[in-house]
């Protein structure tokens, strides 16, 4: 009877190790494998039967096959239990020589005939594949939100240059427009000037980077802009660099801004221009390109559908996968001192997000990089309110309330406004502001006010002072002009908004188009 029942256990364990879900396999001491499931037979691509017999060095990847012997002999003479979970993640070799990454439990079982050790084995592909794409999608979000962050330092400290930026353009206008004509100073002005339109295209960049400037957008013929690109390029660039392109017709035209999208080629190609010194090979491709709901979900911030895909192609010197991770941050380079700030891929990727688009780089060392660059194919235009410059430096003297916290800034604006010929009543603070305005609101023409103020904002002001009085004309001044949500100001009684830093000639404008509309 005992010998029955001893039978019947050791038939359940074979049925049970054969059918067990993960590969099973029976080594001896000297690596000899008793017995194979078929679990582990498909895992490692052997017929039924085939893996019985066999030494189970066969199933070691040939980099490790010389220490193997080592390390079982080892185990054998000191044998303890290691979990599946708990197990070692190795790499496994399949028949036809391929490996397979696998995770292994040992079990020592003593025999009549001397230990033997169970092993299971488990294919782990899926599960490090999975690995993988978290890790990426953690390391996407990581970098998302370390390019938010820096984002929002730059868009500040842009924000207060604007602001230093106006009074230098201001101050320096004033002070040309009281020099009598043909003085040399005027030269010398002009020069600051010329600095200073330098610097808000600086300010510009920054706030495209930091997506607090949105983009002016008409429909964009990107053939046309490439081909703008590919002219300067040819011109800038050594002679000895090969240029070619490969610019499909059938590329749908994309909601941009030329200036911009220029930009963004100039800079890739620049850039490539530059890792390849002066010998190489750059390549511009344009084509059409329709993304899956699986693209778009690995390039954060694109839409499905059809897009636009610019290629950038150089033969130069590669990037390792440190650099490649912090090619976009803001001010960092591996160029030598004096040849970049950092600023170039940073803007580069601040234009193509403010354009709702992805990019990615493509580098291994020695082996050059790639570029794409995709933007969604143009649907439906979204027209942006904005205050058209006209020229008219002789307006009707106003009486004007200006509203400017900062001090430098009012008094500037108030000697713009003089010197046009108005009559300017400026207040430091909103609620001091309204509470004049609300003694006396049949003496003033126009509102100019700064929108982000403590206290009260400047929309706030807007709407109270148009409660009082509808149809007061208004005018804001802000930094963030270009990002103004045009509904919403009108909601609050403004009727244009003209962005800092501006010119005298810009204020005239703005003050122009305001009371036109009065």
């Given at each position: 009877m005992s010998e029955n029942r001893t039978s019947d256990y050791g038939d359940l364990f074979r049925l049970a190790f054969d059918l067990s879900p993960s590969g099973m396999l029976a080594v001896d001491s000297a690596g000899r494998i008793l017995l194979a499931n078929r679990e582990a037979e498909q895992l490692f691509g052997y017929a039924p039967g085939e893996l019985a017999g066999r030494s189970i060095d066969e199933l070691v990847p040939m980099a490790h096959r010389p220490g193997h012997g080592d390390h079982r002999t080892a185990f054998f003479h000191h044998p303890q239990v290691r979990r599946m979970g708990a197990g070692r993640d190795l790499n496994g070799r399949r028949r036809d020589g391929t490996e397979v990454p696998l995770e292994i439990g040992l079990n020592p079982v003593k025999t009549p005939e001397g230990m033997v050790v169970v092993a299971s084995v488990v294919d782990i592909t899926l599960r490090r594949e999975a690995e993988k794409a978290l890790r990426d999608s953690e390391e996407r979000v990581r970098q998302s939100q370390k390019l938010e962050a820096l984002g929002t330092l730059a868009g500040g400290i842009a924000h207060d240059f604007n602001n230093i930026l106006l009074a230098i353009v201001g101050y320096t206008e004033l002070v040309a427009r009281n020099l009598p004509a043909g003085a040399q100073d005027h030269d010398d002005l002009d020069n600051v000037l010329r600095a200073a339109e330098r610097g808000r295209q600086l300010v510009q960049r920054i706030l495209s980077f930091s997506r607090q400037r949105e983009i002016a957008r008409t429909p964009t013929n990107l053939e046309r802009v490439t081909r703008e690109a590919l002219e300067m390029l040819?011109?800038?660039?050594?002679?000895?660099?090969?240029?070619?392109?490969?610019?499909?017709?059938?590329?749908?035209?994309?909601?941009?801004?030329?200036?911009?999208v220029h930009q963004v080629i100039m800079n890739l190609a620049t850039n490539a221009a530059q890792a390849m010194g002066n010998e190489g090979r750059l390549r511009i491709e344009l084509a059409p390109f329709t993304g899956d709901e699986a693209w778009s979900a690995k390039h954060a911030g694109v839409r499905p559908g059809l897009c636009a895909r610019l290629t950038v192609i150089d033969t130069g010197s590669g990037m390792t996968p440190e650099v490649r991770k912090r090619i976009f941050e803001p001010f960092f380079t591996t160029k030598a001192a004096g040849r970049g700030t950092g600023l170039g891929l940073s803007v580069t990727l601040g234009i193509v997000q403010s354009l709702e688009g992805a990019i990615h780089v493509t580098s291994e060392p020695g082996k050059g990089t790639r570029?794409?660059?995709?933007?969604?194919?143009?649907?439906?235009?979204?027209?942006?309110?904005a205050a058209p410059k006209v020229d008219d430096l002789s307006p009707t003297p106003l009486h004007i309330m200006l509203v400017e916290d900062e001090d430098v800034l009012g008094r500037l604006e108030r000697r713009q406004l003089q010197s046009l010929g108005h009559r300017v009543t400026l207040h430091h603070d909103s609620v001091d502001a309204l509470a004049d305005f609300t003694s006396r609101p049949a003496e003033f023409d126009l509102l100019i006010t700064d929108n982000t103020m403590p206290r009260m904002t400047g929309l706030q002001l807007a709407r109270a002072i148009t409660g009082i009085r509808p149809g007061m004309p208004v005018l804001m001044v802000s930094g963030y002009a270009d990002n103004a949500d045009i509904e919403v100001m009108h909601e609050h009684g403004v009727d244009s908004v003209l962005a800092k830093p501006h010119s005298v000639r810009e204020l005239a404008a703005a003050i122009a188009l305001v009371m036109d509309k009065a």
């Open positions: 040819r011109a800038s660039l050594p002679s000895i660099l090969e240029i070619s392109t490969d610019l499909d017709p059938a590329t749908p035209p994309v909601l941009a801004d030329d200036t911009l570029v794409d660059v995709w933007i969604p194919a143009h649907a439906t235009p979204r027209p942006l309110g």
